[in-house]
Nanobody
Framework: QVQLVESGGGLVQPGGSLRLSCAAS????????MGWYRQAPGKQRELVAD???????NYADSVKGRFTISRDNAKNTVYLQMNSLKPEDTAVYYC?????????????WGQGTQVTVSS
């Protein structure tokens, strides 16, 4: 099967930075889009940023200019560099990947990593 393992979350002060990583492993022929979503308490999960295999990117308006998504196709890994963090960025961040393998093509999700922005 496929596993997405996230790392890099934690507690940071407002204005600080964090870098999230998500590595996909297992039965993988190819990975199309990869992305990061977040869910704050009492709110719906929302797209933060995504990136195509060719490097095309898309960002939520709330993070434009502060967050940068990138990927390493050779390592099946996607990153999210988060700068100038704000308390409203506090959420569980989930990695998502559109993966083609022996079982077909579908979305896979990571387990989530907590990001807390607080002084």
């Amino acid at each position: 099967q496929v596993q997405l393992v996230e790392s890099g979350g934690g507690l940071v002060q407002p204005g600080g930075s964090l870098r999230l990583s998500c590595a996909a492993s297992g039965s993988i022929f190819s990975i199309n889009a990869m992305g990061w979503y977040r869910q704050a308490p009492g709110k719906q999960r929302e797209l933060v940023a995504d990136i195509t295999r060719g490097g095309g990117t898309n960002y939520a308006d709330s993070v434009k200019g502060r967050f940068t998504i990138s990927r390493d196709n050779a390592k099946n890994t996607v990153y999210l560099q988060m700068n100038s963090l704000k308390p409203e960025d506090t959420a569980v961040y989930y990695c998502n990947a559109d993966i083609f393998n022996l079982f077909g093509k579908r979305d896979y999700w990571g387990q989530g990593t907590q990001v807390t922005v607080s002084s």
